[in-house]
Nanobody
Framework: QVQLVESGGGLVQAGGSLRLSCAAS?????????MHWYRQAPGKEREFVAG????????RYAGAVKGRFTISRDNAKNTVYLQMNSLKPEDTAIYYC???????WGQGTQVTVSS
């Protein structure tokens, strides 16, 4: 069974940075498999943030984060990262890692941006 463990969330002031990590284990991933970051703010639906294939050849960002967030992966560590810069209060949410091949979500990590 696949396991996804997110880490790196926390409280940061507006304009600050955080780096989230998603460590995957338990199953094999191919270069074509895609890992995603989603987020869910209080009272809102879960929304797509960014996605990357394990090959790095497929890359997507939501418009709200483009230019501020960078998704990357380390195949040797089976880990996907989300570098978040210039954070805004509206980025406050629980951030989830998602492996679409296995339709599996991580437990989430809380990101809170204070104004």
């Amino acid at each position: 069974q696949v396991q996804l463990v997110e880490s790196g969330g926390g409280l940061v002031q507006a304009g600050g940075s955080l780096r989230l990590s998603c460590a995957a284990s338990g199953r094999t991933f191919s270069n074509y498999d895609i890992m995603h970051w989603y987020r869910q703010a209080p009272g809102k639906e879960r929304e797509f943030v960014a996605g990357i294939s394990w090959s790095g050849g497929w890359l997507r960002y939501a418009g709200a984060v483009k230019g501020r967030f960078t998704i990357s992966r380390d195949n040797a560590k089976n880990t996907v990262y989300l570098q978040m810069n210039s954070l805004k209060p509206e980025d406050t949410a629980i951030y989830y890692c998602y492996a679409d091949r296995y339709d599996y979500w991580g437990q989430g990590t809380q990101v809170t941006v204070s104004s």
